[in-house]
C-alpha cells in the first residue's frame, strides 16, 4: 500500500519540474510514511517522465524501495497495492530467466510486464493501482485492479498525461485549471459519492476499475482488461458450488496472510467478517487481533455481536465506540477523500482504522460479501417483485404510481400510510427506474426542487439514472435479484464501499485486504443462481452454510443492521442551529441551490415527521468540500484539525462567475 503519482510529457513547455513532483509525491505521505522515491528523466526533444511514491512498507521492507526499475533501467514502476499471488510468479519469471533484485512483489510486475507487456494484468491476482514508464517505447501504462480497491486519476492536457492516487496530488501542478463539474455535481447528491469516470473536478478523471490506459506520442488510449460474462450462471448444484466456495475463498484468505509486518481484522459480527476472521484463525499459529466500533445508540451498535463471533472465534479482540463529536471528523475526511463524501459510516470506517493502526499494519476485511451473497434485504425484495415486472407496463402504472403519494399528503416519511405510499409508488415504475429509487439519497424531484435555475440549466438535461442503467444492461438477463446485486458490484462497491475503505485506511498508513474481491471467488459468486440466496429465511445461506462453524447461533440469523451512523438523531440534537447556519449561509447554498429549499427541508427534519439525515449530510459534505478546495482555492498540505465549520470565504462574485461559465 502506497501512494503513486507522475507525469509524462511531449514537449518542454508541459514538462513537471522536479519541485511539483516533489510535492505531489510529499502531499501523499499519508498514503506511504515509511518512504518516499522519485524518478526523473528530461530527453533531448523536450519530453520527459516524472514518477512519485510514498512507501507503506509491508512486504520486503528493507528492500522494496520505490519507483523500482528492471536490469538496465529501460522500465520503471510507481505502484500502490498488494500483489497475493507474487511467490508463485516469482518463481514463474525466474524460470525464464528474469533476474530478481528484491524479495517484493513490486518487483514482479516489472518482470511480467517484460514478459507479457500490457497483458500483465492478466496474471495478477490481488489490489493494485500502478503507472509503468517503458523507456524504450516512450509508452506510459496504466492500471487499476479488477474490482477498485485501489483509486487511479488523471488530468490530460495537450501534450500531457499526469497521474496519482488521489487528487489533491495533481493539484499541485502549476497552472493546472479546473471548475466543479456539474454533472458530478447531480450524480453525488444522487447516490452520496461520485461515481467513475467522473470526479468532481473538471478535467480530472478517475481511470474505472478493470481498466488500463496507455499514452504514447500524446495520445491516451482506455481499455477494459477483464470483463467477465456478468449473464453466465452456473449449471452446478447447491452443494458442489459450496465446496467450490470453500475452497476458493480459504486460499484467498491464506494468499492475504503473506506479510512482513502485524496484521488483523476488522470484526463486525456480520457474517462477512466473521467468516473471514474465521478462516484467518484457521491459518495462524495464535490468536488473530480483531477490532470493531459501536455507538452509544443501541439501535447502531453491532459491537455485542462482535464480542460474541470474537468469543466463539477466539481471537484477541478491541473495541472503540463512535459519539456525535466525531462529526468534528468532515473537515479531516474532507481533505483526504477530495471530493465530497456522504456516506456517514466513513465516521466509524475512520475510527476503527485508526484503533487498528495501533496495533497492526494490514487488516483484512469482509468488504464485497453483501454485493456477492444477496447481504441487502433489496435484493431480494427486488427478487420478489418479479411478478410485477410481468405486468403490463400501463396496468402497473394505473395500480400503483404516484396517485399513492398524493394520498399519503405531507405526513412525513416516518407515517405507517407514507412508508406504505412509498412502496406502493415505486412498483409503478419499471425494474431500472425502481432500483435507482432505492439507491438515490436525493430523487429527481427532490434535485430539481433544490437548484437554483442557472445551475439547472447548466446540466443541460443529464440523467443521473444513466449509470445504473448502463450497469444494469449489462447483466440484462439474469433474474432480477442477481441483475440488483451485479448492479451494486459495478458502481455502489467501487465508487462508495471501497472508495471509503481506502481513504479511511490509508489515512492512518493501515492496509485493508478483501478476500471476497480476490477476482476468481468474485467469478464464482456472480454466477451463483439467485434461487441458492434466497432458498432460506437466514441472511447469506451460501456462507453460513458453508462456513456454520465459525457462527455462534446468535450470529446465524441476525438480521443485516449496516454500519450506518445515527444522523437523524445527532441533527435534531444540539448541532441542528449549528448546521442550519452553515449551509444556509454557505457558498454553496448561494451558488447553486435555493435558500428556501434548503431551510423547508431542515425544518421538515427537525420536526421530526421527516428523517432527511442523509440528505443533511450529503449537503454538509458538499459545503465543506467548496470551502476547502473551490473558495479556498486548493486543499492544505496537510489535513486541517478541529475546524469543523470554520473557514475563510472567497469572494461570492467570483464564485458566480465560475457557475456563470458553466452554463456557457
Request: contains cysteine; glycine residues 8%; neutral net charge.
Amino acid at each position: 500500500m502506497c501512494g503513486i503519482t507522475g507525469a509524462v510529457w511531449t514537449g518542454a513547455d508541459k514538462q513537471i519540474g522536479r519541485p511539483t513532483l516533489d510535492r505531489m509525491t510529499d502531499v501523499l505521505r499519508h498514503r506511504g510514511p515509511d518512504g518516499r522515491g522519485t524518478h526523473y528523466q528530461r530527453y533531448e526533444n523536450g519530453s520527459g517522465v516524472a514518477l512519485g511514491h510514498r512507501r507503506l512498507a509491508i512486504i520486503d521492507v528493507a528492500g522494496g524501495q520505490q519507483p523500482l526499475s528492471n536490469e538496465d533501467g529501460s522500465v520503471w514502476i510507481t505502484f500502490n497495492g498488494e500483489i497475493y499471488n507474487y511467490v508463485e510468479l516469482r518463481q514463474l519469471l525466474i524460470s525464464r530467466g528474469h533476474v530478481f533484485r528484491t524479495n517484493s512483489d513490486t518487483e514482479t510486475i516489472v518482470h511480467l510486464y517484460e514478459e507479457y507487456g500490457e497483458n500483465c494484468v492478466d496474471h495478477l491476482r490481488g489490489m493494485f493501482a500502478f503507472g509503468i514508464w517503458d523507456a524504450r517505447r516512450r509508452t506510459l501504462f496504466l492500471a487499476r485492479d479488477r474490482l477498485g480497491q485501489k483509486p487511479l486519476v488523471y488530468h490530460e492536457t495537450g501534450g500531457r498525461l499526469s497521474f496519482a492516487s488521489e487528487i489533491k496530488s495533481l493539484l499541485q501542478i502549476p497552472g493546472l485549471t479546473w471548475q466543479p463539474d456539474p454533472e458530478a455535481i447531480d450524480l453525488y447528491l444522487t447516490y452520496s459519492y461520485v461515481p467513475h469516470p467522473w470526479t468532481m473536478f473538471s478535467g480530472i478523471r478517475k481511470l474505472p476499475p478493470a481498466h488500463c490506459a496507455i499514452y504514447r506520442n500524446g495520445q491516451l488510449t482506455i481499455r477494459r482488461y477483464w470483463d467477465p460474462d456478468l449473464n453466465a450462471e452456473s449449471q452446478l448444484d447447491e452443494e458442489s458450488l459450496r465446496r467450490q466456495l470453500r475452497s476458493e475463498l480459504h486460499d484467498a484468505v491464506r494468499l492475504r496472510l503473506r506479510s512482513d509486518v502485524p496484521l488483523g481484522a476488522f470484526l463486525s459480527g456480520g457474517i462477512d467478517s466473521t467468516a473471514i476472521v474465521g478462516l484467518m484463525q484457521q491459518n495462524l499459529p495464535q490468536p488473530a487481533r480483531t477490532f470493531t466500533i459501536g455507538f452509544p445508540e443501541a439501535a447502531y451498535d453491532e459491537s455485542a455481536f462482535a464480542r460474541k463471533a470474537a468469543e466463539h472465534l477466539g481471537t484477541n479482540h478491541a473495541e472503540f465506540q463512535v459519539a456525535s463529536g466525531d462529526l468534528d471528523l468532515l473537515p479531516t475526511l474532507t481533505w483526504h477523500f477530495d471530493e465530497p463524501f456522504a456516506d456517514s459510516s466513513a465516521i466509524p470506517t475512520f475510527r476503527v482504522a485508526e484503533v487498528a493502526r495501533q496495533h497492526v499494519k494490514v487488516a483484512l476485511t469482509g468488504d464485497g460479501g453483501d454485493e456477492l451473497f444477496a447481504g441487502y434485504p433489496r435484493y431480494r425484495t427486488v427478487h420478489q417483485l418479479r411478478h410485477v415486472d410481468s405486468l403490463p407496463q400501463f396496468l402497473a402504472s394505473n395500480i400503483f404510481g404516484d396517485r399513492w403519494m398524493r394520498l399519503a399528503g405531507d405526513r412525513g416519511n416516518r407515517s405507517p400510510l407514507s412508508k406504505l405510499a412509498f412502496r406502493m409508488q415505486i412498483l409503478g415504475q419499471n425494474r431500472e427506474q425502481r432500483y435507482v429509487h432505492w439507491l438515490a439519497n436525493l430523487h429527481a424531484n427532490q434535485r430539481q426542487s433544490l437548484y437554483k435555475r442557472d445551475f439547472e440549466h447548466a446540466l443541460n438535461g443529464t440523467d443521473s439514472r444513466e449509470i445504473i442503467a448502463d450497469a444494469m444492461s449489462r447483466c440484462r438477463d439474469r433474474g432480477p435479484g442477481t441483475q440488483a446485486m451485479l448492479t451494486d458490484l459495478q458502481t455502489y462497491l467501487p465508487c462508495d464501499l471501497l472508495a471509503k475503505v481506502d481513504i479511511t485506511s490509508m489515512a492512518h498508513g493501515l492496509e485493508c485486504r478483501s478476500p471476497f474481491l480476490d477476482h476468481r471467488v468474485v467469478e464464482l459468486a456472480m454466477a451463483i443462481p439467485f434461487r441458492f440466496h434466497a432458498r432460506s429465511r437466514s441472511p447469506k445461506p451460501m456462507i453460513t452454510r458453508t462456513f456454520q462453524e465459525f457462527f455462534p447461533p446468535a450470529l446465524r440469523k441476525r438480521s443485516k443492521m449496516g454500519f450506518s451512523v445515527p444522523l437523524d438523531a445527532w441533527f435534531r440534537g444540539p448541532l441542528k442551529n449549528e448546521i442550519r447556519s452553515t449551509l444556509l449561509d454557505g457558498r454553496a447554498t448561494h451558488c447553486y441551490f435555493r435558500r428556501e429549499a434548503i431551510s423547508e427541508l431542515l425544518e421538515q427534519h427537525a420536526s421530526g415527521r421527516w428523517n432527511h439525515g442523509e440528505r443533511i449530510w450529503a449537503l454538509l459534505c458538499f459545503d465543506r468540500w467548496h470551502r476547502m478546495f473551490v473558495e479556498a482555492g486548493s486543499p492544505a498540505i496537510q489535513p486541517p484539525t478541529d475546524n469543523r465549520f470554520e473557514v475563510a470565504h472567497a469572494d461570492n462574485a467570483e464564485i458566480a462567475q465560475n457557475i456563470q461559465s458553466m452554463t456557457a
